[in-house]
């Protein structure tokens, strides 16, 4: 490659991480006002016209407090900790095809790409509760490794069927074989990832690696200013992650009529996006032994016998 | 380029092995190993098996070394002042006596291995695709699979039955 391909390359990089940075802010202000709607309040609407600079507001509030390492922590893990949970979401992004011909990297091993940077993730709760020395945040960043341990298993499983249906692990072929959506074929596969994802995200049925009535705020108890920002920031790029992955393998990416695709992958993502915000309002918080039964006797069996059906149906009618 | 990335993932793998044994936290310990096992990932990547880094990285960093972590947490291990020297003793020449006559033998094999084989197209890397290697595992090599996979049942039923010990 030459230079002004590496130049182009990382302009286009940086764009990418721009716009991400910029929809994750906005995801914080949807997900309030959104929450707002449904229980019948008003939600943040000073800053602004219709509160749409109140993310602007927050990250600045977050900025210019004090940068505060608690002396009893771990100083090396714990600066470290918080910057790995977006870091890892958004390098996850650079496989997903919006649309026909716009995406990053086409990688012939995307899918287990995104599914190993997704298991990597967990380490920015685990350390981040382990370097902050407090009981809260250790027991938080252990319910949050136990659960992601659980949650990942299934949902790798599931995914195996859209590889056997599409013959690849490349995100943009995958699309490419969906002239029928996926989730027509897979439906077990899609509720399964649905879940799992959410439980990978820590989003409320799910969330107990913070749950704030009995750990105060789980891992991030401790951290406080930009750190706690780079946390939160990690969630909703999460949750836009898991949104976008689900449009790409199941809901058929960009194929629709009438509209461009990149219109149609936003609209996909959207509707999930929103799914999640009303499952936040709707559902209450699991017990964590509940959480733990659920992950490993419905949602891994569940996992295996879509698999298997999966497979045998794949070996005797598809050809090639 | 990528020459100077496959430099720069060689030499952080290489260091932050050797940073295993120095490190006095247990924590850290592991932290190393998990940025060396990340960096060996990016050199098979870049020498043309990215099946093989994709699961370095989910199941030694993202499976295996979590249960690591986990257990540590778990155990809540942290530097005992009094004994903080104990990691130090692999330092001392001596107790690498036995570990470097190991290493002379296997770079011999290795060494033996390489003069037999004609050497010549090294600088040209073929990528080998995930559905390579899937015909290779499920063609010619069936029989180790299915033999590993066994192996891995019987450990499952004898941990499953070593928990269930101590509550009877």
């Given at each position: 490659m030459s230079f002004t391909q590496w130049l182009l390359t990382f302009a286009s990089m940086g764009l990418v991480l721009l716009g991400l940075l910029l929809i994750g802010a906005l995801l914080s202000y949807g997900e309030r006002r959104i929450l707002a709607l449904l229980q019948d309040r008003i939600g943040p609407n000073r800053a602004g016209p219709f509160g749409l600079l109140q993310p602007v507001a927050d990250i600045l509030k977050l900025i210019s407090k004090e940068d505060f390492i608690p002396p009893f922590a771990d100083r090396m893990v714990y600066t470290v900790a918080p910057v790995i949970v977006p870091m890892t979401v958004l390098m996850s992004?650079?496989?997903?095809?919006?649309?026909?011909?716009?995406?990053?990297a086409d990688l012939n091993v995307a899918l287990l790409y995104v599914l190993a940077l997704s298991s990597l993730r967990v380490y920015g709760l685990m350390l981040g509760g382990w370097a902050s020395n407090s009981k809260y945040s250790l027991l938080g960043g252990l319910r949050s490794a136990a659960q992601m341990i659980s949650y990942e298993l299934p949902m790798g499983l599931a995914l195996v069927g859209i590889v056997i249906l599409s013959g690849s692990f490349s995100l943009r072929e995958i699309v490419a074989a969906q002239e029928l959506p996926f989730i027509v074929l897979q439906p077990l596969g899609f509720i399964i990832f649905l879940v799992c994802g959410i439980a990978e995200t820590n989003?409320?049925?799910?969330?107990?690696?913070?749950a704030e009535n009995e750990l105060a705020a789980g891992y991030n108890t401790e951290y406080g200013g930009i750190r706690f920002a780079f946390f939160y920031l990690g969630e909703y790029l999460g949750l836009l992650l898991i949104a976008a992955l689900a449009t790409v393998l199941f809901l058929g990416g960009w194929h629709g009529p009438w509209l461009p695709g990149v219109v149609w992958f936003s609209l996909k993502t959207l509707v999930l996006i929103l799914l999640f915000f009303w499952l936040r309002t709707s559902l209450p918080r699991l017990r964590y032994d509940q959480l733990m039964a659920f992950g490993w006797k419905w949602m891994l069996p569940a996992a295996l016998l879509n698999l298997l059906v999966t497979a045998v149906l794949g070996l005797f009618w598809m050809e090639g | 380029m990528y020459e100077f990335i496959f430099y720069c993932s060689s030499v952080v793998a290489v260091v932050a092995a050797g940073a295993i044994l120095v490190v006095r936290q247990p924590v850290h310990a592991v932290l190393y190993l998990i940025v060396s096992l990340l960096a060996l990932a990016l050199l098979f990547f870049l020498l043309g098996a990215p099946l093989l880094a994709a699961f370095q990285v989910m199941l030694y960093a993202g499976a295996i070394m979590v249960l690591f972590l986990f257990m540590m947490m778990v155990m809540n291990l942290r530097i005992e002042r009094n004994r903080s020297l104990r990691n130090r003793s692999l330092l001392r020449p001596a107790s690498w006596g036995g570990i470097a006559l190991l290493a002379l033998l296997l770079w011999l094999i290795l060494l033996l291995l390489f003069s037999r084989s004609s050497f010549n197209e090294i600088d040209s890397i073929t990528v080998i695709g995930p559905t390579a290697v899937g015909n290779a595992l499920f063609g010619p090599y069936l029989m180790m699979v299915e033999a590993a996979a066994i192996l891995l049942l019987a450990a499952l039923v004898a941990a499953l039955y070593l928990s269930q010990r101590g509550k009877r």
């Open positions: 992004f650079a496989v997903v095809p919006i649309s026909e011909d716009e995406w990053l989003r409320l049925p799910f969330d107990l690696p913070e | -």
